[in-house]
């Protein structure tokens, strides 16, 4: 049923600044990229992906509007509803040597196919950046698993003072990769979409847009000129699919008119 | 064998994208043009631009869903560029357009009307949304008055063939489409959503949807569609599109044979996917063979007498 289930937090813990991980009681059945509608009952409903999948699930976030901050204060005990997961999630079948390019929070969905639990068994390169040292919210977490990873920070604190779109031409010319992978602002996300398009590297980008129903019936989240609807095509899509699209161009608020980026 | 007229616009086949369905953008329509529906409908146009509700604003129920997404729009403006758009992105496969549009007083309706005139094969007056009360008080398709005096000021508007859409919340249906016709319809959709209903969550104790209440769709409503254009194809000679819990080429036959020259199809696309339209359209046809139809309009309103 597409109605929300009721669950508990366990936790909502600070990662960085403006930036928690929001820990619920509930074992989710979703796919790497995935995403679920979060319910703060009397706030509103958003859609999240889960940076964890597991016994309990997580969801790493920043503050960005009122239903964010609400989240902010969210507690231990607290009850949210979740409905889903709904939409397709990253595609690494066949896949042997894997090349990540994230930015800021935009690794989260990432994370369920590169955290040491993952039963996923390839060979995966990291490029990770953000804003500064302290908003490379996982870099804890990748620094303890065996992955090859590579921090970059806007401001030189921490890492190669670049973008981490910066360095994916460098890595992919060290050695074969099989696919590249790809969450983060969007226009970073661009510049990693022409590389592979360009280099004809198979290339995944998790996509953000206003949703509603999160179902594929408002047409709230399609993508013009294809119609593909980023809840239920995607919200992941091959480098092939965004060509000529408005990816990287615009996207739609809530009353359905344009922002460019 | 499938093809029908809808107010004198030529449709390929009877099954028509509902309004609110994946019709806010003109890409989004010319996919499900492309899929082969017979026509489709962009989400109803106000004048200027509103975010309608905040989420949650779906919920399923036994037998359908509940929505309240509160009649977001771009404005007249943008609208009138997806229209254009439209046009454009569908570029062979193009089939007729419906623009619904909403205002929240009579005028608004008439400004609405004029500027979309001609800029759709047909306009489709929203008179019967049944979540924005608290802000539009009573649907317009309340009563006979209200719901004519919309349509009387929207007729001198526009030249386009205007369809009117009904709600089906009200004692006595069939009387407002004859205040309809009589002001200048020339056809009527029928039903908007149903109720409007309630979920309460019982752990949150709360309601589900954001605005608290939201109207019906799915196969549970499709016999009060039914019933409703039974009712309307008795009191009225204007053609009837029927949109409600329309999922099987069985299910348009029925809203046929009730008096329907067209169905309208939104929530099945939850149950079937985009390919409904085709499927609808090859269930038709099976059955229409076998019961003995040669037309469409052979069995338009044969339930009657």
Known sequence: MDKPEVVRVL?????????????????????AGQFIMLWLPGI??????????????????????RFTKAMFSLKKGDAVGIRGPYGNGWDTRGAKRVCVVAGGIGLAPIMPLIEPESS????????????????????????????????????GSFGRHCFACDLLEDVLSEGRYDLVLTCGPELMMKKVVDICLERGIPCQASLERYMKCGIGLCGSCVMDPTGMRVCREGPVFTAQQLQNTEFGRYSRVKSGAKRHF | MLSTKLCGVEL?????????????????????????????????????????????????????????????????E??????????????????????????????EYVEVARRLDGMADLLEANISCPNVEHEFGHPFASNCEDAAAVVRAVRK????????????????????????????????????????????????????????????????????????????YEAVRIPVLGVGGVLTGEDAAEAIMAGACAVGIGTGIKYRGIAIFKLIQNELRQFMKKEGFKSLEEMVGVAHG
Do not use: W
């Open chain 1, 11 to 31: 936790d909502n813990q600070q990662k960085g600044e403006g930036i928690k991980t929001l820990v619920l009681d509930k074992a989710i059945d979703a796919r």
């Open chain 1, 44 to 65: 509103g409903e958003k859609p999240f992906t889960l940076s964890r999948i597991g016994r309990t699930s997580e969801i790493t976030y920043d503050v960005k509007g």
């Open chain 1, 120 to 155: 996923e068994r390839r060979e995966f390169t990291v490029i990770y950046g953000a804003r500064s040292a302290e908003l490379l919210v996982f870099r804890k977490a990748l620094e303890k698993s065996r992955i090859r990873c590579i921090f970059t920070t806007d401001d």
């Open chain 2, 12 to 76: 390929d086949n009877p099954t028509v994208l509902a309004s609110g369905i994946l019709g806010v953008t003109a890409a989004s329509l010319a996919r499900i043009a492309r899929a082969g529906a017979g026509a489709v409908t962009k989400k109803s146009i106000g004048l200027s631009p509103r975010d309608g509700h905040d989420g949650p604003v779906i919920v399923e129920v036994e037998g359908g869903y509940l929505n309240a997404v509160g009649l977001p729009t771009a404005g007249v």
């Open chain 2, 78 to 107: 943008e609208a009138l560029e997806e229209l254009r758009a439209y046009r454009k992105a569908s570029g062979k496969t193009v089939k007729p357009i419906i623009a619904s549009f909403y205002g929240r007083t009579v005028s």
């Open chain 2, 157 to 232: 508007a526009t030249k386009t063939p205007l369809l009117v859409k009904l709600s089906p919340n009200v004692p006595d249906i069939g009387s407002i489409a004859r205040a309809v016709e009589k002001a200048g319809a020339n056809g009527i959709t029928a039903i908007n959503t149903v109720g409007p209903g309630m979920v309460i969550d019982l752990k949150a104790r709360k309601p589900v949807l954001a605005n608290r209440c939201g109207g019906m769709s799915g196969p549970a409503i499709k016999p009060i569609m039914v019933r409703c254009v039974y009712d309307i």
